[in-house]
Every structure is written in structure tokens, then in C-alpha cells.
């Protein structure tokens, strides 16, 4: 998957704790995506960072998530006080910077949160 | 976005060509059509994308109607590495993808 690096690979927390998920995206890229995936069902986009700027945060829960993609480093996606309903598989898309809708996105390999 | 229809499922035997139809009658002028595929539980992996010509690469060839209101995605030797799930994508300017249901393709020896 072309250099998409997420970890950890798995994380377990139990309820109430806080959950951060890295995605260090394709060297050069400056779009990163985060997508959400419950067990049995499809991909939903939680939301579109450029370096230090929030995009599209349109499929993010309005509460307990952020996400971030600070200028040095990788991108978090953090997750507030999880509770059982946030176990899922969070994959991170990175593209590069003369986006367009020519240009394709590559995915990592997720990071699969069980909340205990 | 424009929404894509796609069969929930399809079996191809080792080595025939696989055709994934998919239709997207509300597409614009500028959206383009993306095919990506779920192994498992891995992350989608790019197989291929076009405006409105046909396209071909190492993985595949897409076929687009003229109208562009449908496309079909073949693999032309299906392998049973390609059993997967299948989406086809419309992609405007903002450069989301937003995943359907897609379609499984079981192939089989």
C-alpha cells in the first residue's frame, strides 16, 4: 500500500481510556483521510487534513474524536473516553500534494481498536 | 457525490476474466470513476481510475461507457488472490472517496 504507516496495528483500552492512532503518510504527501470501518460493514470517511488544516471533518462524532496532522510528524486521530461502539478498524488514505481528482490516494493497513 | 450501484456479489472461476459492472447515472462532467478493493480486513488498495476513456494497467482495465453513466472493471486472469471486495468510486474536486457496499468477488479453482 505504497508507504502508508499506521500504528500500532492493534490497540486494546478499556472503557474511559483515550485511544491515539498514527498515520505517518507516503513521504511527500500532504493529504491525509481517515476512515472508519465496524466490523461487517463498508468504509465511512471521518475526515480530510492538509498539513496543519482541517478540511472536511463532515463524517467525524461530534463528540469524544479529533484529528490532527501537525506540520512535523505524523497525523493522530484521538479518541476521548472510548467506550465499547469505538472498537473498529481505522484505516488512514494519504495522497500527494497537487491533489486533484486525477490523482489516487493510498491506504495503510488500519489500526484495529478493541474497546474492553 | 454521485452514487455508484454495484451487485452485492459475484464468482468467477480461477482464471477466467472477472467484469464488475457498476453504474453511476448521476455522474458529472468532471467526476472521475476510482476502483479500489478490500482483501480481508487489509486496507482498499488502488486498482485503477478514469475520466472517460478505457484504461488499462498491470491489474486491470476499466471500460466506461460512453454516456459514463456505467463502467465495468475487468481482471483478466482472476486469481484466487483476487477474491475480494470490489468498490467503484465517483470522486469529485473535494477528493474524498466514499465507499459503498461494493461487490464481493469470490473466484473459485
Redesign the interface.
Known amino acids: 500500500n505504497a508507504g502508508v504507516m499506521q500504528n500500532p496495528r492493534h490497540l486494546v483500552r478499556r472503557r474511559g481510556q483515550e485511544a491515539r492512532l498514527r498515520c505517518s503518510p507516503v513521504k511527500g504527501h500532504s493529504h491525509v483521510y481517515w476512515y472508519r470501518q465496524l466490523p461487517e460493514e463498508g468504509l465511512k470517511f471521518m475526515v480530510y487534513l492538509q498539513k496543519e488544516n482541517i478540511i472536511d471533518e463532515s463524517g467525524m462524532p461530534k463528540e469524544r474524536f479529533s484529528a490532527e496532522f501537525p506540520k512535523e510528524g505524523p497525523s493522530i486521530l484521538r479518541i476521548q473516553q472510548v467506550v465499547r461502539g469505538d472498537s473498529a478498524a481505522y484505516f488512514c488514505a494519504s495522497s500527494p500534494p497537487s491533489r486533484t481528482v486525477n490523482t489516487e490516494a493510498f491506504f495503510g493497513q488500519g489500526t484495529r481498536l478493541t474497546v474492553v | 457525490d454521485a452514487k455508484t450501484t454495484q451487485p452485492p456479489s459475484m464468482d468467477c472461476a480461477e482464471g477466467r476474466a472477472a467484469n464488475l459492472p457498476c453504474n453511476h447515472s448521476t455522474i458529472s462532467g468532471?467526476?472521475?470513476v476510482?476502483w479500489?478493493r478490500?482483501i480481508h480486513?487489509?486496507?482498499?488498495?488502488?486498482i485503477i481510475?478514469g475520466?472517460k476513456n478505457n484504461e488499462t494497467n498491470e491489474m486491470a482495465s476499466l471500460i466506461i461507457t460512453e454516456d459514463r453513466k456505467s463502467s465495468t472493471l475487468i481482471l483478466p486472469h482472476a486469481t484466487l488472490r483476487d477474491t475480494a471486495v470490489y468498490y467503484c468510486i465517483v470522486?469529485?474536486?473535494?477528493?474524498?472517496?466514499?465507499?459503498?457496499?461494493?461487490t464481493t468477488l469470490q473466484v473459485k479453482p
Open positions: 468532471n467526476e472521475y476510482y479500489y478490500q480486513s487489509q486496507g482498499p488498495q488502488y481510475h475520466l470522486m469529485n474536486y473535494t477528493g474524498k472517496l466514499i465507499f459503498g457496499q461494493g
